[in-house]
């Protein structure tokens, strides 16, 4: 079994909060975690009909049985169940009190805010990082296999074709989260608003011409993606203009949290069709800004990360403010370094020498090199 990054700091945290949240995709990994992290607690699951009724009929009830010790499953589907939950914390000042794990994003974050803030450490379950598939020698050495193949941990621990499992995992997401999120009738067309969003995958967020392509409105469109976010299959970077150019660009770009969703919604099946893909950089991009999310996640760093661009089309790809100064980052598919490819740092340090920190370049191919300006770094080394 692969051992999650995340553990580490679940486990240092686990006597200072009462209560632990841990939150991401379906399947991901969540229930695994926490049954070997926890194997010592009651583990109740809120998708059990019958569990669910008696918590929602007769919390105080329900609590009394389970008032310690306990790991309470897609715990947002009882949402009177955090009041409860705070006033029994409150009055024990038991850390490591519950564990509360759910998959709905939105509902489980609004909950906790509402009834548990300051209560609660909140930690985000994402599928593999790279430094996770490397601990078992899991990750390929191709970034072409490794983007088509994506990073949930049924790929890897039950050998599923990524086809079939993207396949099967989308019809289950459709039909069964998007149903409980939004009161959605063409679940046909909420599908194809999934796939044109993955036809923009890298760019920036123009969310009328997404609407109207789509033949939706703009405000069901908004609603969509804020679904999409919640259930962790999208994010989006913001810009970072803030002590730049007043011209930079205030637009998102969209992203997705697992390129080998993004592949199957593409119609791309495998490598070597990726090969001469003309999405393929913008897929390397996507990767990229992933993995840097994942392993902030994982390692529960909280750094912030953005993008640059003006609006003469100078861009650079990431942005990590740290202090009074930035870490930049340029994202090239290419396995061959070439000058130009370090343009856009060499222009963003012209424009704010004092503010630049390091400037690295992360390419597709497989060698790190510390150059008198610049860190060149693969792929797999981050």
Same mark, same amino acid.
């Given at each position: 079994?692969? =051992?999650?990054? $995340?553990?580490?700091?679940?486990?240092?945290?686990?006597?200072?909060?009462?209560?632990?949240?841990?939150?991401? #995709?379906?399947?991901?990994?969540?229930?695994?975690?926490?049954?070997?992290?926890?194997?010592?607690?009651?583990?109740?699951?809120?998708?059990? #009909?019958?569990?669910?009724?008696?918590?929602?009929?007769? #919390?105080?009830?329900?609590?009394?049985?389970?008032?310690?010790?306990?790991?309470?499953?897609?715990?947002?589907?009882?949402?009177?169940?955090?009041?409860?939950?705070?006033?029994?914390?409150?009055?024990?000042?038991?850390?490591?009190?519950?564990?509360?794990?759910?998959?709905?994003?939105?509902?489980?974050?609004?909950?906790?805010?509402?009834?548990?803030?300051?209560?609660?450490?909140?930690?985000?379950?994402?599928?593999?990082?790279?430094?996770? %598939?490397?601990?078992?020698?899991? *990750? /390929?050495?191709?970034?072409?296999?490794? $983007? =088509?193949?994506?990073?949930?941990?049924?790929?890897?621990?039950?050998?599923? /074709?990524?086809?079939?499992?993207?396949?099967?995992? *989308?019809?289950?997401?459709?039909?069964?989260? =998007?149903?409980?999120?939004?009161? @959605?009738?063409?679940?046909?067309?909420?599908?194809?608003?999934?796939?044109? +969003?993955?036809?923009?995958?890298?760019?920036?967020?123009?969310?009328?011409?997404?609407?109207?392509? +789509?033949?939706?409105?703009? /405000?069901?469109?908004?609603?969509?993606?804020?679904? %999409?976010?919640?259930?962790?299959?999208?994010?989006?970077?913001?810009?970072?203009?803030?002590?730049?150019?007043?011209?930079?660009?205030?637009?998102?770009?969209?992203?997705?949290?697992?390129?080998?969703?993004? +592949?199957?919604?593409?119609?791309?099946?495998?490598?070597?069709?990726?090969?001469?893909?003309?999405?393929?950089?913008?897929?390397?991009?996507?990767? $990229? $800004?992933?993995?840097?999310?994942?392993?902030?996640?994982?390692?529960?760093?909280?750094?912030?990360?953005?993008?640059?661009?003006?609006?003469?089309?100078?861009?650079?790809?990431?942005?990590? #403010?740290?202090?009074?100064?930035?870490? @930049?980052?340029?994202?090239?598919?290419?396995?061959?370094?070439?000058?130009?490819?370090?343009?856009?740092?060499?222009?963003?340090?012209?424009?704010?020498?004092?503010?630049?920190?390091?400037?690295?370049? @992360?390419?597709?191919? &497989?060698?790190?090199?510390?150059?008198?300006?610049? &860190?060149?770094?693969?792929?797999?080394?981050?």
């Amino acid at each position: 079994m692969i =051992v999650r990054q $995340i553990q580490r700091v679940i486990a240092q945290l686990q006597n200072k909060f009462p209560v632990l949240a841990i939150t991401g #995709p379906r399947q991901s990994g969540k229930t695994t975690l926490i049954k070997n992290l926890f194997s010592d607690y009651i583990y109740i699951s809120l998708e059990d #009909p019958d569990i669910r009724s008696f918590a929602e009929t007769d #919390p105080v009830a329900f609590l009394e049985i389970y008032n310690s010790q306990v790991i309470f499953d897609e715990v947002q589907r009882v949402p009177s169940l955090f009041s409860y939950i705070q006033t029994r914390v409150d009055a024990s000042g038991q850390m490591g009190q519950y564990i509360l794990s759910g998959s709905q994003n939105f509902q489980l974050l609004h909950q906790i805010t509402q009834s548990l803030a300051g209560r609660v450490a909140l930690f985000k379950l994402s599928p593999f990082d790279f430094r996770e %598939l490397e601990s078992e020698k899991l *990750l /390929p050495e191709s970034y072409l296999a490794t $983007i =088509v193949h994506g990073f949930y941990p049924a790929i890897f621990d039950r050998h599923i /074709p990524p086809t079939i499992f993207y396949a099967n995992y *989308l019809q289950t997401y459709v039909e069964r989260d =998007v149903v409980e999120l939004i009161n @959605i009738r063409e679940l046909r067309l909420f599908r194809t608003f999934l796939t044109l +969003c993955a036809a923009r995958a890298g760019q920036l967020l123009n969310l009328n011409a997404l609407a109207t392509e +789509c033949g939706v409105t703009q /405000p069901t469109a908004r609603a969509w993606l804020t679904v %999409l976010e919640s259930s962790y299959l999208v994010f989006l970077l913001s810009p970072y203009y803030r002590n730049l150019n007043k011209r930079a660009i205030k637009t998102p770009k969209l992203y997705f949290y697992d390129t080998g969703l993004l +592949c199957y919604l593409l119609g791309i099946r495998d490598s070597d069709v990726l090969l001469t893909h003309p999405a393929k950089g913008a897929l390397f991009e996507n990767l $990229i $800004i992933a993995e840097k999310l994942k392993q902030n996640y994982h390692l529960y760093t909280h750094d912030e990360y953005y993008f640059w661009r003006d609006s003469n089309g100078n861009e650079v790809d990431l942005i990590n #403010p740290r202090g009074a100064k930035f870490d @930049i980052f340029e994202i090239k598919s290419t396995q061959t370094i070439m000058a130009e490819h370090f343009r856009g740092l060499a222009y963003l340090k012209k424009i704010a020498p004092e503010a630049v920190g390091t400037r690295t370049l @992360i390419y597709g191919g &497989l060698e790190n090199q510390q150059r008198s300006e610049y &860190l060149v770094q693969s792929w797999r080394s981050m």
